[in-house]
Every structure is written in structure tokens, then in C-alpha cells.
């Protein structure tokens, strides 16, 4: 089997299981938890997740999908960001979505994994990426970045509720 199509399997795997447990996680949360932070200067998990979606916008619909680039990333750590259960649970699951829906389509044509698609594009902010970088290495800091998320959205979680409740299927 190609390498690249065994990475890709990899990162599927990582973002599926990333998805299932943040949603279980939410799952088990009021309001009230969504926006709490553990401190003054903390994200809140509406924080979190407003920013896993922010940045899977900017990093994968407007450059894959010619999605107009419309994110604030100011907003996405605002202290006091609201976002119900619901809202956090839908955004989730789209950010989730579109980057399993992103990898799956590279299956298909592993050869884009070392294209630079950021070349004509305006020069890249707040990013652990540059202009010059391929879409490999966008998906590995893709990976990087939302694990880091979504493992403080699961202490949070765990602050606020104590032990979680996990279904293995």
C-alpha cells in the first residue's frame, strides 16, 4: 500500500476518534459548562471549539472549497462567548465533518499531499504554516492543533463534571 494513503488513513482515524469523543464529552454538558473557564485569563470549550471551527474554515474551506474567508479569529477567544450545548455540538461536528469529509477526498488523489496551495494566496496570519507550505504539512499541523483543542475541551470537561461517562463502540 502507497505511504501516503496509510497517513491518510491515519489521520482519519485520529479525526474520527477526535470527533466521537468531544461530541460524548458535550454530550454530558449544560450551558453553563460550555461557557465556563477555568480562569479569567482561560478559553472557555465555546472558545475552543469557536476556534477549532475558525481555523478549519480558513485553513480548508477557503482555500479548498473557494469559501469566501470570513473568520474573526479576535472573536473565537472573546471572554464570555456564548454558545449553547446545541450551537457547540453543531459546530463541532461540522469542523469535524469537513476535514474527514477533506481527507477522504484525498485518498482519491494522494498526489495533492505535496502541493502548495497557498502560493497565490495572501500571506498567511496567526498560522503555524506559511505560504510555502503543502497540503501535507497543513494536515499534520491540522492534527497537532485540533488534538491539542480538543484535549483541553476534555479537561474542562472533566473540571466541570468530575468523570465522564464513554461508550467504547
Do not use: C
Amino acid at each position: 500500500m502507497d505511504v501516503s494513503l496509510l497517513l491518510l488513513d491515519s489521520m482519519l482515524g485520529k479525526f474520527r476518534a477526535e470527533k466521537k469523543w468531544v461530541l460524548q464529552a458535550l454530550g454530558q454538558l449544560s450551558d453553563e459548562d460550555i461557557v465556563w473557564a477555568p480562569t479569567p485569563e482561560s478559553n472557555s470549550i465555546a472558545n475552543l471549539i469557536a476556534h477549532i471551527r475558525g481555523t478549519v474554515h480558513q485553513r480548508i474551506e477557503t482555500i479548498f472549497k473557494g469559501v469566501p474567508d470570513i473568520r474573526d479569529r479576535q472573536s473565537e477567544f472573546e471572554r464570555g462567548l456564548y454558545l449553547s450545548n446545541e450551537q457547540a455540538t453543531n459546530l463541532s461536528g461540522e469542523a469535524f465533518d469537513i476535514v474527514i469529509q477533506y481527507l477522504e477526498h484525498l485518498k482519491g488523489q494522494p498526489a495533492l499531499l505535496l502541493t502548495q496551495p497557498y502560493l497565490d494566496k495572501a500571506s498567511l496570519t496567526h498560522s503555524a504554516v506559511n505560504n510555502q507550505t503543502t497540503v501535507l504539512n497543513l494536515m499534520i499541523q491540522m492534527v497537532r492543533e485540533v488534538h491539542n483543542h480538543t484535549g483541553q475541551i476534555m479537561y474542562i470537561a472533566k473540571m466541570r463534571k468530575g468523570q465522564l461517562q464513554w461508550k467504547y463502540d
